[in-house]
Each structure stands twice: as structure tokens, then as C-alpha cells.
């Protein structure tokens, strides 16, 4: 038998009745607060397709490692796959870079993956004859400098690391190296900053191989046997040298030698196995993908219409003064009378024409849930 002394809890039972006990004088009076039938009964809709409580994300990028050959070296090359887009510096010249880095058909510069070594992440790799990706430490290194003929070193870095001037080295300085300086709030500023970076790496390279055909013209006009000419040679660095400047060379890749992101990934890579491109930096060159494919159709089309890519390119070809006479730059008068205006009316259509009912004809119907 239940004794209402021996109990003053609050009993619930879900889905069919809640009972409250009270005790005065020793007796218990119980009352129904609550009486609900639908808890217990299926429920009339059941979930259409597997639903997941994380915040929306868009889907990620898959940068499989590059296939190998018998020596272990990676099946990626960058030599003479397509046109070099110049887009982000201004040089017209689709040799440029053969000519300023002498170099002839495939410009990658190779190792083996199979010989990385846990201590070489201190040290800088080349990822092209002249580009080389590497750490603060290697920057400092005066020893590499020399060895690796550095002409220039460009440092990736983020704007309070730049305020506390933490980045700085001294040993280009003394040794009379050219420095450049990339400074970002944060790696999404990047995509804002690769055509700097692109142009800085150009123009340097341009520079210097100016520089030693002026020093060979004149040794070869005083009767002496010209000079040895090399290559300009870049050091991109970060903290780590595995983030942002890693993503600065990708970049570079991608604009230069018009490869998609997926092969520039694993391209620096396979130079320097322990860059980490994270879902960010991912999707940050896969939008800076967007735009330099966008920048070579419109540069196609133009192409095509000219016939001419030369000076006729979208990027090089010269602007009409300001102070040219309107006539010689439209070819008709450069503005329109008020009366002109009003007579060319344009027929916009109905308003039934202006639906966006495009975007939908081709997508199937989805039913977030389904009736039982």
C-alpha cells in the first residue's frame, strides 16, 4: 500500500498525466494539474532528407598530393602549359620571364618528397629557379643570402607584427639586398595584396636583368669580356614561412603561369611538404582563381575583336589623351544633345518579362519534410 507520509515528490510521466501530492493533516489530496494525448501519438511529419545543425559552410577544397614518378619526384610542371597573364604588373611582353630569369622551357625547379626531412622546415626551398618560400630565420641567415645569391626578400606580414617591427631583419641590409613588404590586417586582405606582391616580384626581376645588360654594355664598349649575368633571385617569407607567404607564392603561380589552384597547391608543396594551406587561405585563392579567369576572358574577348593582342591587350594598350580633340577618340562627338536623349527611347518590355523565374526552371522540387 502507498503511504502519502512517506513521499513529497512532484511526479510527471510524459506524454500521459502529471500528478501533484499535497499533504495537510496527513492526508494526501491529488490533483490532475495536466492531461495531454498528443505527446504519445506519431508525429505527422517526418524529416525529408538528413538535416545537420553546423552553420552552413560552403563545401571544402580538395587538394589531393601530386602523383608521383619511379624516382619519387611529382608529376607537376609549369613550363610552356599556356599563355603568361600579365594582368597584375603591366608587362606586355609574353617572354618576360624567360627573358629576365634565362630560362628555357620548363621553369619548375624539382625535389624529391620522398627525402623531406622534419629539419628542413627552417630552411628555405625554391620553389622556382627564382623564387624561393622559407621562415624568418632563413631571412636572418646571411650565410643563404649569399650562398643562394639573394637579390630580394619580400616578408608577408600582419599589420601589428609591422607596428612592432618584428619581421625586420638586418641582414639584407648589410649585405646590400633589396627588401619589399607586404602588410596585411588579416590573410583576407591577401587576395587585396597578391597583385602588389606579383608586381614587386616582376619589377625586381626586371631591374636587375636591366641592370646587368647595361653593366655588359659597358664592359663590352671599354674592350672587357662581359659578365656572368644571373637571374634575380626572390626569398617570400613569413613567420613560419607555411602560411601566408606560402599563399603569396601560390599565387604568384596561378597569375603567372595561368594554373588553377588545385596544381600551384601542390606545386609549393611538393617543394616545401609542411605548408599548411588551411579552408581560409583555400578558399581565398579559389576566389582569386575566380578573378584572373574572369580578367583572361575579358582579355580574350578583346582579342578577338582587335585581332591584335599586342598593344591592343586590355592591360597595355595605350589610353587616348585627355587633351586629345573628342573626335579623334570616339570617332563621333563625345556627348549627345538633351533632344537626342529623349528621342531614343528604349522599349524595356512588360514587367512579365523581367521575372527572375530563371534561375529555377532547371531545379528540382524539395520538400523539407514529408506527410505521413
Given at each position: 500500500?502507498?503511504?502519502?507520509?512517506?513521499?513529497?515528490?512532484?511526479?510527471?510521466?510524459?506524454?500521459?498525466?502529471?500528478?501533484?501530492?499535497?499533504?495537510?493533516?496527513?492526508?494526501?489530496?491529488?490533483?490532475?494539474?495536466?492531461?495531454?494525448?498528443?505527446?504519445?501519438?506519431?508525429?505527422?511529419?517526418?524529416?525529408?532528407?538528413?538535416?545537420?545543425?553546423?552553420?552552413?559552410s560552403?563545401?571544402?577544397?580538395?587538394?589531393?598530393?601530386?602523383?608521383?614518378?619511379?624516382?619519387?619526384?611529382?608529376?607537376?610542371?609549369?613550363?610552356?602549359?599556356?599563355?603568361?597573364?600579365?594582368?597584375?604588373?603591366?608587362?606586355?611582353?609574353?617572354?618576360?620571364?624567360?627573358?629576365?630569369?634565362?630560362?628555357?622551357?620548363?621553369?619548375?625547379?624539382?625535389d624529391?618528397?620522398?627525402?623531406?626531412?622534419?629539419?628542413?622546415?627552417?630552411?628555405?626551398?625554391?620553389?622556382?629557379?627564382?623564387?624561393?618560400?622559407?621562415?624568418?630565420?632563413?631571412?636572418?641567415?646571411?650565410?643563404?643570402?649569399?650562398?643562394?645569391?639573394?637579390?630580394?626578400?619580400?616578408?608577408?606580414?600582419?599589420?601589428?607584427?609591422?607596428?612592432?617591427?618584428?619581421?625586420?631583419?638586418?641582414?639584407?641590409?648589410?649585405?646590400?639586398?633589396?627588401?619589399?613588404?607586404?602588410?596585411?590586417a588579416?590573410?583576407?586582405?591577401?587576395?587585396?595584396?597578391?597583385?602588389?606582391?606579383?608586381?614587386?616580384?616582376?619589377t625586381?626581376?626586371?631591374?636587375?636583368?636591366?641592370?646587368?645588360?647595361?653593366?655588359n654594355?659597358?664592359?663590352?664598349?671599354?674592350?672587357?669580356?662581359?659578365?656572368?649575368?644571373?637571374?634575380?633571385?626572390?626569398?617570400?617569407?613569413?613567420?613560419?614561412?607555411?602560411?601566408?607567404?606560402?599563399?603569396?607564392?601560390?599565387?604568384?603561380?596561378?597569375?603567372?603561369?595561368?594554373?588553377?589552384?588545385?596544381?600551384?597547391?601542390q606545386?609549393?608543396?611538393?617543394?616545401?611538404?609542411?605548408?599548411?594551406?588551411?579552408?581560409?587561405?583555400?578558399?581565398?585563392?579559389?576566389?582569386?582563381?575566380?578573378?584572373?579567369?574572369?580578367?583572361r576572358?575579358?582579355?580574350?574577348?578583346?582579342?578577338?575583336?582587335?585581332?591584335?593582342?599586342?598593344?591592343?591587350?586590355?592591360?597595355?594598350?595605350?589610353?587616348?589623351?585627355?587633351?586629345?580633340?573628342?573626335?579623334?577618340?570616339?570617332?563621333?562627338?563625345?556627348?549627345?544633345?538633351?533632344?537626342?536623349?529623349?528621342?531614343?527611347?528604349?522599349?524595356?518590355?512588360?514587367?512579365?518579362?523581367?521575372?527572375?523565374?530563371?534561375?529555377?526552371?532547371?531545379?528540382?522540387?524539395?520538400?523539407?519534410f514529408?506527410?505521413?
Amino acid at each position: 500500500m502507498w503511504d502519502p507520509l512517506s513521499s513529497r515528490n512532484l511526479l510527471t510521466s510524459s506524454g500521459s498525466s502529471s500528478m501533484t501530492t499535497d499533504l495537510t493533516d496527513g492526508h494526501a489530496s491529488n490533483r490532475q494539474t495536466s492531461y495531454d494525448t498528443n505527446l504519445s501519438s506519431p508525429p505527422s511529419h517526418l524529416p525529408n532528407h538528413q538535416w545537420s545543425y553546423r552553420v552552413p559552410s560552403p563545401p571544402r577544397v580538395i587538394v589531393p598530393p601530386p602523383q608521383t614518378n619511379g624516382a619519387g619526384f611529382p608529376d607537376v610542371h609549369i613550363g610552356d602549359g599556356g599563355p603568361i597573364d600579365f594582368e597584375s604588373n603591366g608587362f606586355a611582353n609574353s617572354e618576360f620571364l624567360k627573358i629576365v630569369t634565362y630560362a628555357d622551357g620548363d621553369t619548375t625547379a624539382m625535389d624529391s618528397m620522398l627525402n623531406w626531412r622534419y629539419e628542413e622546415r627552417r630552411m628555405a626551398q625554391k620553389i622556382l629557379p627564382f623564387l624561393y618560400l622559407g621562415p624568418l630565420s632563413i631571412a636572418r641567415d646571411v650565410a643563404f643570402l649569399k650562398r643562394e645569391q639573394i637579390t630580394m626578400i619580400m616578408a608577408v606580414r600582419n599589420t601589428q607584427a609591422a607596428r612592432a617591427n618584428l619581421l625586420h631583419t638586418k641582414a639584407a641590409l648589410n649585405l646590400g639586398i633589396e627588401s619589399c613588404t607586404i602588410d596585411v590586417a588579416g590573410n583576407q586582405e591577401l587576395i587585396a595584396a597578391f597583385p602588389r606582391a606579383i608586381a614587386a616580384i616582376n619589377t625586381h626581376l626586371s631591374h636587375t636583368y636591366e641592370n646587368q645588360q647595361q653593366r655588359n654594355a659597358e664592359l663590352s664598349s671599354l674592350g672587357q669580356p662581359p659578365q656572368t649575368s644571373l637571374p634575380g633571385r626572390v626569398l617570400v617569407f613569413c613567420e613560419t614561412g607555411n602560411e601566408r607567404s606560402a599563399t603569396v607564392v601560390a599565387a604568384y603561380i596561378m597569375a603567372m603561369f595561368c594554373k588553377d589552384l588545385i596544381p600551384a597547391i601542390q606545386l609549393v608543396q611538393a617543394q616545401r611538404f609542411c605548408v599548411s594551406f588551411d579552408d581560409s587561405l583555400r578558399f581565398l585563392l579559389q576566389s582569386y582563381e575566380a578573378i584572373l579567369r574572369a580578367k583572361r576572358d575579358v582579355a580574350k574577348s578583346l582579342a578577338d575583336c582587335t585581332g591584335v593582342p599586342g598593344d591592343n591587350h586590355p592591360h597595355t594598350r595605350r589610353r587616348p589623351s585627355s587633351d586629345a580633340p573628342a573626335e579623334g577618340r570616339m570617332g563621333t562627338s563625345s556627348k549627345r544633345t538633351l533632344d537626342e536623349s529623349y528621342d531614343d527611347d528604349v522599349d524595356m518590355g512588360s514587367a512579365d518579362k523581367v521575372r527572375d523565374d530563371g534561375r529555377f526552371e532547371r531545379r528540382d522540387e524539395f520538400a523539407p519534410f514529408l506527410d505521413q
